[in-house]
């Protein structure tokens, strides 16, 4: 679709190619199983706040969402991160009798503006080169020095979004404050799209990739993954957990973005479909469970009006069904075979020991380092699942909310066991998604694993 406007050099023109239909496939799956959820979830806010108000701001951030993966025009692009953005503050804040609900939203828009400021800088730049706001324009008319300007401007704008260190401030704050159909959203998908922008207009949108790019991006995961998790060991909050492991978890989809880009730069096509299949593959499969993980922690907020872990205990006897379903996500999260999040990791490990076998003596040891940080943000991932699993929902009830827990409405569980059988779907039926994304791959670059 293109559609001409008065305004100068916008266009709203809307393309979807198998990239863009890959990230649309991942929102459209979780957007069903919150939407389910949120017909019981939303039950709580009947009475005493403006459910059809939130259901607006809920539609229009999905539709954000689906401008951003489909623009076709840098400026419209922007035009629909700004909405996204927007949007999803009001959702952050819209408890907003809570002081830390407030501050979390504020920090959040503050983060996000800085973020759109270096991407608008970004796309001006091309624009002072190229002429034109379409994402066909021709960048190699740019110089070396200005296309790796604009990279570092693109990491830093998208890398905020996706809540890298040392970027990540706002998003252990703001997830928690929004209501749990929200931060499913977030985290499964609105912080992707800064993966969707990274490879959009840094591989298919910029003329070069140096070396040093692949680096930067690979040891910026590296710090992300086991930062993430060691902040999600310390939490008792339930859902800074998640979003601290939502953190440790972009870490490891940049291990495998910094991978392919690296690869890219030394053509090496075999390693850099390898690793792009790992990055997009780790991509769909977290926002299944980590979307289920908040879906679920709702859920026991839901039944006994805590987020705390030491307030809980015994629910898998109060709440066999929802207990079950976290118990799902959470071997999903943890890499545990035969659940979806083994595969992601596993093809990361993969590219990681191509790659030291192709690679030069430095590239050789940042490869290994990644393969360790790799090893033990796994090890400990799986830990945290254990505290978080054992500590909540075994053993007996802790306080007088846990003990008069019950099961939460079926749509809301009837949401989760979407998520937990595509979980378990796609971690007995590999083959499957592994082709459907191979043909992104192919698309987008021309490189293949199985083909």
Same mark, same amino acid.
């Given at each position: 679709?293109?559609?001409?406007?008065?305004?100068?050099?916008?266009?709203?023109?809307?393309?979807?190619?198998?990239?863009?239909?890959?990230?649309?496939?991942?929102?459209?799956?979780?957007?069903?199983?919150?939407?389910?959820?949120?017909?019981?979830?939303?039950?709580?806010?009947?009475? !005493?706040?403006?459910?059809?108000?939130?259901?607006?701001? $809920?539609?229009?951030?999905?539709?954000?969402?689906? &401008?951003?993966?489909?623009?076709?025009?840098?400026?419209?692009?922007?035009?629909?991160?700004?909405?996204?953005?927007?949007?999803?503050?009001?959702?952050?804040?819209?408890?907003?009798?809570?002081?830390? +609900?407030? !501050?979390?939203?504020?920090? $959040?828009?503050?983060?996000?503006?800085?973020?759109?400021?270096?991407?608008?800088?970004?796309?001006?730049?091309?624009?002072?080169?190229?002429?034109?706001?379409?994402?066909? %324009?021709?960048?190699?008319?740019?110089?070396?020095?200005?296309?790796?300007?604009?990279?570092?401007?693109?990491?830093?704008?998208?890398?905020?979004?996706?809540? &890298?260190?040392?970027?990540?401030?706002?998003?252990?704050? %703001?997830?928690?404050?929004? %209501?749990?159909?929200?931060?499913?959203?977030?985290?499964?998908?609105?912080?992707?799209?800064?993966?969707?922008?990274?490879?959009?207009?840094?591989?298919?949108?910029?003329?070069? =990739?140096?070396?040093?790019?692949?680096?930067?991006?690979?040891? @910026?995961?590296?710090?992300?993954?086991?930062?993430?998790?060691?902040?999600?060991? &310390?939490?008792?909050?339930?859902?800074?957990?998640?979003?601290?492991?939502?953190?440790?978890?972009?870490?490891?989809?940049?291990?495998?973005?910094?991978?392919?880009?690296?690869? $890219?730069?030394?053509?090496?096509?075999?390693?850099?479909?390898?690793?792009?299949?790992? =990055?997009?593959?780790?991509?769909?499969?977290?926002? #299944?469970?980590?979307?289920?993980?908040?879906?679920?922690?709702?859920?026991?907020?839901?039944?006994?009006?805590?987020?705390?872990?030491?307030?809980?205990?015994?629910?898998?006897?109060?709440?066999?069904? +929802?207990?079950?379903? &976290?118990? @799902?996500?959470?071997?999903?999260?943890?890499?545990?075979?035969?659940?979806?999040?083994?595969?992601?990791?596993?093809?990361?490990?993969?590219?990681?020991?191509?790659?030291?076998?192709?690679?030069?003596?430095?590239?050789?040891?940042?490869?290994?380092?990644?393969? %360790? *940080?790799?090893?033990?943000?796994?090890? #400990?991932?799986?830990?945290?699942?254990?505290?978080?699993?054992?500590?909540?929902?075994?053993?007996?009830?802790?306080?007088? *909310?846990?003990?008069?827990?019950?099961?939460?409405?079926?749509?809301?569980?009837?949401?989760?066991?979407?998520?937990?059988?595509? =979980?378990?779907?796609?971690?007995?039926?590999?083959?499957?998604?592994?082709?459907?994304?191979?043909?992104?791959?192919?698309?987008?670059?021309?490189?293949?694993?199985?083909?």
């Amino acid at each position: 679709a293109d559609l001409t406007t008065s305004v100068p050099l916008l266009s709203l023109q809307m393309s979807v190619d198998k990239l863009s239909a890959f990230f649309l496939f991942a929102l459209f799956l979780l957007t069903f199983a919150v939407s389910l959820y949120s017909i019981g979830y939303l039950r709580h806010y009947y009475g !005493k706040r403006q459910v059809g108000l939130f259901n607006f701001l $809920y539609a229009v951030f999905i539709l954000s969402m689906v &401008m951003v993966i489909t623009a076709a025009n840098t400026l419209f692009f922007f035009l629909s991160w700004e909405i996204m953005s927007v949007v999803s503050y009001f959702l952050v804040v819209f408890e907003h009798e809570k002081q830390e +609900t407030v !501050k979390a939203g504020t920090l $959040y828009v503050i983060m996000t503006h800085i973020a759109a400021a270096f991407l608008m800088i970004a796309f001006m730049t091309v624009f002072s080169y190229t002429g034109t706001f379409d994402m066909q %324009a021709d960048t190699s008319v740019m110089p070396l020095a200005a296309q790796n300007a604009v990279f570092v401007l693109f990491l830093i704008g998208f890398g905020t979004k996706a809540g &890298m260190i040392p970027l990540h401030i706002w998003l252990p704050k %703001a997830h928690p404050a929004a %209501a749990s159909n929200v931060s499913a959203l977030m985290s499964g998908v609105m912080i992707k799209t800064a993966v969707y922008g990274l490879l959009r207009f840094a591989i298919d949108y910029l003329d070069v =990739c140096p070396t040093w790019w692949g680096v930067v991006i690979i040891i @910026i995961g590296i710090v992300s993954a086991l930062l993430g998790i060691f902040y999600a060991l &310390m939490e008792s909050n339930i859902k800074k957990l998640l979003a601290f492991s939502s953190i440790e978890n972009i870490g490891i989809i940049f291990m495998g973005l910094g991978l392919a880009f690296l690869a $890219y730069a030394n053509d090496n096509q075999t390693i850099f479909a390898l690793a792009l299949l790992a =990055c997009l593959i780790h991509t769909f499969n977290h926002a #299944l469970f980590k979307g289920g993980l908040f879906m679920g922690a709702g859920a026991v907020q839901y039944a006994t009006h805590s987020k705390n872990l030491e307030d809980l205990g015994g629910l898998m006897k109060k709440m066999p069904i +929802t207990s079950f379903l &976290m118990l @799902i996500f959470a071997l999903s999260i943890s890499a545990v075979v035969p659940f979806n999040g083994f595969i992601g990791e596993w093809l990361t490990y993969q590219s990681f020991f191509a790659n030291i076998a192709a690679g030069s003596v430095g590239i050789n040891i940042l490869s290994i380092l990644g393969t %360790a *940080a790799l090893a033990m943000t796994g090890a #400990l991932a799986l830990v945290c699942f254990v505290k978080l699993i054992g500590i909540g929902f075994l053993g007996i009830p802790r306080t007088e *909310a846990a003990e008069n827990a019950k099961e939460v409405p079926l749509p809301m569980n009837l949401g989760m066991a979407f998520l937990a059988v595509l =979980c378990f779907a796609a971690g007995i039926f590999p083959k499957a998604l592994v082709a459907i994304t191979d043909g992104v791959i192919a698309d987008l670059t021309g490189a293949s694993v199985i083909g």
